[in-house]
């Protein structure tokens, strides 16, 4: 019989909350033939990203994977086999009465983080007053984590590495408002080498529009200052955001699931955390430097740490943005290394479809 799994997310915030249940619920369910339910307290954020969702359906079913209205008054009684709380986002009451009902088996997946904790905290269990078992599910880059998401179809970084920056460079924007956005647009604008940038359309649109001097921006729209086109297109589907990431030489992206993305496409990429508390994301983003370019020639592992904490902070030097074209080659190189790695490990879906048979 067909196991049914649910699968909770709660948008706390921005899209990757959804960005992540949804890759994670159809590849679970294409690749391993599972019933999904995926409940969502938030259709409007969720419909950014399955553009055929019906925001007044309380269920619907898009793509094989039943889609649920996470609100108030939600029918909670039937529990799924497997149970996926994504994020520690809180279970209704009454659903965990099913699940104890239904002994159902509970799993919270946590946030991705390459800081070695995760190895020791993967698998722990949770005990709960009323006697159920709830286990951590930790993410992560080594064999004894949980693995990333990679669907089946995504092919291998196999290109050898090129031997220079192309011509016309493109990058691809993705970041938080708080990024020195009008500083980079400005290194790039008064360098040397052209650069296409294109920028999915989110909260930073104003920032961009204001560097060109323009009061908006619209989709579709072109502008140009010096060395630097920008290109504005809509926020995309995630498949052709992911597109849009192989087709770049250089990805700007930040959160979780396009941080994961930018490695599969196997490019250059400067990542930005979610901002934390008392600066919670730098030693995060540290132990991903750290882990990931273990074999990055010294020189580009200089420059591409510059950029990324100079990413980090309002004073972003132009010297950061000529140092890193200049050593791009080898941090494409090793970047392509990094992604070859990693892709020879099992992928999240297929550990987490374990993990929870053996519970
Ligand atoms: O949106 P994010 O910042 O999401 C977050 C936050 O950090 C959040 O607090 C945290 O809880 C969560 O991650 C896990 O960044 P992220 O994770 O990259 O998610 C963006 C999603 O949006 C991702 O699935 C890619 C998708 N996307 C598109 O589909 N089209 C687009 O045009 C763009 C720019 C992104």
């Known amino acids: 019989m067909t196991q049914r799994w649910d699968v ?12 992540v249940c949804w890759r994670l619920a159809r590849q679970l369910q294409s690749e391993h033939q599972l019933d999904i339910r995926l409940w969502v307290d938030d259709l409007q954020v969720a419909q950014r990203l399955i553009p055929s969702l019906t925001l007044a359906a309380t269920e619907q079913r898009v793509d094989g994977i039943r889609v649920m209205h996470w609100c108030a008054d939600a029918d909670f009684s039937d529990a799924a086999d497997m149970v996926i709380e994504a994020f520690a986002c809180g279970l209704p009451p009454a659903y965990i009465a099913a699940m104890q009902q ?9 946030y991705l983080t390459a800081e070695t904790w995760a190895e020791d905290f993967h698998a722990k269990t949770s005990p709960q007053a009323n006697g159920m078992v709830r286990h951590f599910y930790f993410p992560g880059f080594t064999q004894a984590t949980g693995g990333l998401i990679r669907e089946r179809h995504i092919p291998p970084v196999l290109h050898p590495p090129a031997k220079q920056a192309v011509n016309a460079c493109k990058v691809s924007l993705f970041c938080y408002p708080h990024a020195p956005i009008i500083s980079l647009l400005s290194a790039i604008a008064e360098g040397k080498q052209p650069v296409h940038c294109y920028v999915p359309s989110t909260t930073i649109l104003p920032q961009v529009a204001d560097f060109f001097g323009k009061t908006s921006l619209q989709v579709g729209q072109m502008v140009s200052h010096g060395a630097l086109t920008v290109e504005v297109l809509p926020f995309l589907s995630q498949a052709d955001y992911d597109q849009l990431l192989t087709r770049c030489d250089i990805n700007f992206v930040r959160g979780e699931d396009s941080w994961v993305r930018a490695i599969w496409a196997g490019k250059p990429f400067i990542w930005q955390p979610y901002l934390q508390e008392e600066g919670a994301h730098i030693p995060k983003l540290k132990a991903f ?69 053996n519970l």
């Open 289 to 357: 430097l750290a882990q990931h370019y273990q074999s990055m020639p010294i020189t580009a592992l200089n420059v591409s740490q510059a950029m990324h904490m100079a990413w980090q902070d309002t004073a972003f030097q132009a010297s950061v943005w000529d140092d890193y074209l200049a050593a791009w080659s080898s941090i494409n190189a090793a970047t392509q290394e990094a992604s070859r790695t990693l892709f020879s490990q099992t992928d999240l879906a297929s550990k987490l479809v374990i993990f929870c048979n």
């Open 102 to 110: 239904q002994q159902s088996r509970w799993v919270n997946l946590e």
């Open 8 to 19: 909770f997310c709660k948008v706390v915030d921005n899209f990757g909350d959804i960005g």
